[in-house]
């Protein structure tokens, strides 16, 4: 039988619990200039693309994102006179792809250009359609970038592989294209365009590795299987050239089909990382990452066709328990008590914070999934499983976090 004591302590976790998800109490102008702070913390990183129009940038978007938006082109925001960025997921973005227009056109000098997106790229992706011979433009920004960054590693994407298929030719499986030379199975006009591009890019300037990869990205009812063919080809080559768990980060668990789940995740894994970097500064992020949690699960409900209200709250948290209420108090607690401390509260106790603050908003938002997901099925929610998925998930956040930490609070 429960005691008075514990049923009080309960009550007490609840209800701070409650105010701290539902009505959290901050100062937007502190919130909006810890959440800069944050991001200078975990930085969203940058992939430059660029190549001539219609080589493909935005079938790359589409794939690596998963957005299957037709209109996935109006979410570009413009950054300069000819260049945009594009921010996926839009609020809290995971990753954001610059683009430029396309090289080689008609009274365009990307020189200003070339110059901010060097500013803000953690990595260079250059898109060539392989049937296009005329790549002089993209040639030569290239050699301008290498030999001022000669340190910088090159990502060079072929696309448009099925346009050099004889006849009703599909595509060559296993993918073959990281041998050199090609193998015969390439389609022999497709393997001399292939090795004509690579070859004309041999004495790039710099000592930084270029990757080749070859790609054909097409819309299902093009014919083509898979549509997204060399997909996992160049996730592995963005993830050796940018180690921070992308992949992970914007697609989930491989099992996971569900567009609900999947877009979720993504949203998810954006609040998380604000959440980490609000957790490095110093005691604002006690009431700071509560309003970062609280309008993750608002965005989750709202995604859900779901109300995020006080009654909805109450169920969710009584579902919960008492466990989840405990332990989540005790780590916001216990994160502003330990960067206070000289020198360890600003090294190791930063790291823990951030951490902490980004695993338990990932845990948070999982299992809040669950919740939502069943009630919009109309079926009952299991509180046990909720509570598995939550401590479940607490370790599965801090271990996307691990990359993007990792040296950023030394």
Known sequence: ?????????????????????????????????????????????????????????TSIIRALTGSEAAEIGNGFQPCTRSSRFYDFPAEVPVIRFLDTRGLGEVSYDPDDDIHYCESQAHLLVAVMKVADINQAAVFDVLHTIRRRHPEWSVLIVQTGLHELYPGECGHVHPWPYDSDPLPETVPVDLRRAIQAQRSALKQLPGTASIRWVAVDLTLPEDGFEPPNYGLEA?????????????????????????????????????????????????????????????????????????????????????????????????????????????????????????????????ALGKAAIYFFARRKDGLNVDPEALRRIYAEELERGASILKDRLQGKFE
């Open 234 to 362: 160049l996730w592995q080559a963005i993830e050796l050239l940018l180690p921070l768990g992308l992949q992970h980060q914007l697609s989930g668990d491989k099992e996971v089909h569900d567009l609900y789940a999947r877009a979720a995740h993504q949203h998810i894994v954006g609040y998380a990382l604000v959440a980490a970097g609000l957790g490095a500064l110093p005691v604002v992020d006690l009431v700071a990452v509560s309003a970062v949690q609280a309008k993750l699960l608002h965005s989750l409900a709202l995604l859900y066709g779901q109300r995020w209200d006080k009654s909805t709250m109450t169920e969710f948290l009584g579902l919960a328990g008492a466990g989840i209420a405990s332990g989540y108090l005790a780590r916001l607690l216990s994160r502003a008590v330990v960067k206070v401390i000289p020198f360890w509260g600003q090294t190791v106790g930063a790291v823990w914070s951030a951490s902490s603050s980004g695993a338990t908003t990932y």
């Open 1 to 57: 039988m429960m005691k008075l004591s514990d049923l009080k302590n309960w009550t007490d976790n609840w209800e701070q619990l409650r105010i701290a998800l539902l009505e959290p109490t901050v100062d937007k102008a502190l919130l909006e200039a810890s959440l800069h702070e944050a991001r200078t913390k975990m930085p969203v990183p940058v992939l430059w693309l660029l190549g001539k129009t219609q080589a493909g940038k």
